[in-house]
């Protein structure tokens, strides 16, 4: 058995465009918002690592929040405030929730065009 190849930035962009554009039908449309939600969070999250790990390379192990913390020190500090936020707006979205209502196609739609900003400033 071969090992599992690591998530790429591009491959969970694609996947997120896909849900969002309605390809995977058999999805119901909250499920593909929340989908699409996790995709650019976790292309998010890969990026802020990577962007961390190369200003850092002898960081120890460390939670995705403490990196998110250290961006602020690798990054413009407008780039990791906007990160944060979209962090967390995306994690709000994702997570499913009995008394809240799920991510609207507006927000998907323009949490996506952040996160397409984003996954390209920081891998500048």
Known sequence: MTAPS??????LLLTADRLFSGE?????TAGRHRGACL???TALELCVDRAVETAMPSLPRTTGRAKLLL???V????TARRAKALWSQL???CHYH??????????????RVEAHGLVRELVL
């Open 6 to 11: 690591p998530a790429s930035v591009e491959g």
């Open 24 to 28: 995977l039908a058999h999805a119901t």
């Open 39 to 41: 995709a650019l969070r």
């Open 71 to 73: 961006l602020h020190s």
């Open 75 to 78: 990054a413009p500090a407008e």
């Open 91 to 93: 994690s709000l979205g």
């Open 98 to 111: 009995l008394y809240e209502l799920g991510p609207t196609y507006d927000q998907v739609r323009a949490w």
